[in-house]
């Protein structure tokens, strides 16, 4: 077992361009979770799908951000109009069917906006 | 806040020595989860506690919650250089509200 796979782990953009972040949940798992680290906000939910349909994106910015989960063995984070206050780890997690409440994180993403 | 530390905490100990982590929540929760964050990586579960439960414990880890006070704790005991990371309670059932984290250096 893999664990969940973030790529890249690390990201370098340019204010105003477009990022991408991957992430493969383990495999089986019915659930897909994002959340972003920062030292002054701490880990933030953005947002969360179930069986590939998205749930709950309360906690993702409005503008600018969008998650996708195309099929059941990966999911992506688009940041559009990158921004350095973009700049994070995007952490991933995903939970199992039968133990919906336990989520596993994968190693993140650290984003840098230049 | 979700939680009533708002700040990351920082704790220093020496290696053998038992310590106490502790988080209060403010809304109502049925599960309190505590992971380890090692530098680099993404957190991991190490235990956790559900609101029927007062104590649980795996191997050196021991988990408390007092839904009266709305608060967990989390003790190493003898702890060890490895033990260093950062510790975050965590609540919710899907949608995590996580601790501001306690920084944990253990020292040989």
């Known amino acids: 077992n893999a664990g969940v796979i973030q790529t890249p782990r690390h990201k370098v953009t340019g204010k105003g361009q477009e990022a991408t972040l991957w992430c493969e949940p383990i495999?089986?798992?019915?659930?897909v979770f994002w959340y972003r680290q920062t030292i002054v906000q701490g880990l933030e939910f953005l947002t969360y799908?179930?069986?590939?349909?998205?749930?709950?994106d309360s906690g993702m910015p409005k503008e600018r951000f969008s998650a996708q989960m195309p099929n059941q063995s990966h999911s992506t984070l688009k940041i559009q109009s990158t921004q350095p206050q973009d700049s994070a780890v995007y952490l991933c997690?995903?939970?199992?069917?039968?133990?919906?409440?336990?989520?596993?994180f994968g190693p993140g993403t650290r984003l840098l906006v230049l | 806040s979700q939680w009533g530390e708002e700040n990351l905490q920082a704790l220093s100990i020496q290696e053998g020595e038992d310590v106490t982590m502790n988080c209060s929540y403010k809304?109502?929760?049925?599960?309190v989860h505590w992971y380890r964050q090692d530098s680099g990586r993404g957190p991991a579960l190490i235990i956790l506690?559900?609101?029927?439960?007062r104590e649980k414990r795996s191997g050196r880890l021991r988990a408390t919650l007092d839904t009266s006070s709305q608060s967990s704790s989390l003790s190493i005991t003898a702890a060890q250089c490895e033990d260093t990371a950062v510790y975050f309670c965590?609540?919710?059932?899907?949608?995590?509200?996580f601790g501001a984290g306690t920084r944990l250096k253990v020292i040989a």
């Open positions: 997690a995903s939970s199992p069917q039968e133990n919906q409440d336990t989520q596993y």
């Open positions: 495999s089986g798992h019915s659930a």
């Open positions: 799908f179930r069986n590939q349909a998205p749930i709950d």
């Open positions: 809304t109502y929760t049925t599960v």
């Open positions: 506690i559900r609101s029927n439960e």
């Open positions: 965590a609540t919710g059932n899907y949608k995590y509200v």
